[in-house]
T-cell receptor, first 118, second 113 residues
């Protein structure tokens, strides 16, 4: 159990376009989902925390108008990178928490989405 | 603010050597501690976690970690590493339900056959 999927697994887009990344909890309901960004050979940096039905909480330095997060249901959160630029190229990872029967403090990670902006 | 520090950025070991990766944290409340592993080309997987109780936590694949509250540490250990343990290891700290995780910088482990 506790499987999190992301789609797409990789995407290449042109500068100026927008890209949507989906994060789904497949076999549990996630009250909270987290979006991370990982640069090559670096650690994960939290971008934002999203709770179902409410606005996401963004970390300092993350542009909320550029990285739009929608947590429409307990099993789906989306991250839209708007007007992407080459510096947005990165590995985006989501995680889901609030596993039913668990402590709530556990998070389960998706496989990540590699975004390349040309 | 919470923070996590992993002192070893790169570790190279031979098979059968013992492993200890350091993790120190700062957090102003009830702390939950995690070690995650990321094998090459794969996503993060949970190795072990500490929420409360016995400070010596056993995880998967022969890994264990010890929570030492007085030292704010949660070091990861394995008595005998294998080539398949080559991966990047992340220590993370979080609070109670729904709270975010803060990750350390990661330790890249290479095990030579």
């Amino acid at each position: 159990g506790a499987v999190v999927s992301q789609h797409p697994s990789w995407v290449i887009c042109k500068s100026g376009t927008s890209v949507k990344i989906e994060c789904r909890s497949l076999d549990f309901q996630a009250t909270t989902m987290f979006w991370y960004r990982q640069f090559p050979k670096q650690s994960l940096m939290l971008m934002a925390t999203s709770n179902e039905g409410s606005k996401a909480t963004y970390e300092q330095g993350v542009e909320k108008d550029k990285f739009l997060i929608n947590h429409a249901s307990l099993t789906l959160s989306t991250l839209t990178v708007t007007s992407a630029h080459p510096e947005d190229s990165s590995f985006y990872i989501c995680s889901a928490g609030g596993l039913a029967g668990g402590t709530g403090a556990e998070q389960y990670f998706g496989p990540g989405t590699r975004l390349t902006v040309t | 603010a919470q923070s996590v520090s992993q002192h070893n950025h790169h570790v190279i070991l031979s098979e059968a050597a013992s492993l200890e990766l350091g993790c120190n944290y700062s957090y102003g409340g009830t702390v939950n501690l995690f070690w995650y592993v990321q094998y090459p080309g794969q996503h993060l997987q949970l190795l072990l976690k500490y929420f409360s109780g016995d400070p010596l936590v056993k995880g998967i694949k022969g890994f264990e970690a010890e929570f030492i509250k007085s030292k704010f540490s949660f070091n990861l250990r394995k008595p005998s590493v294998q080539w398949s343990d080559t991966a990047e290891y992340f220590c993370a700290v979080g609070g109670n339900a729904g709270n975010m995780l803060t990750f350390g910088g990661g330790t890249r482990l290479m095990v030579k056959p």
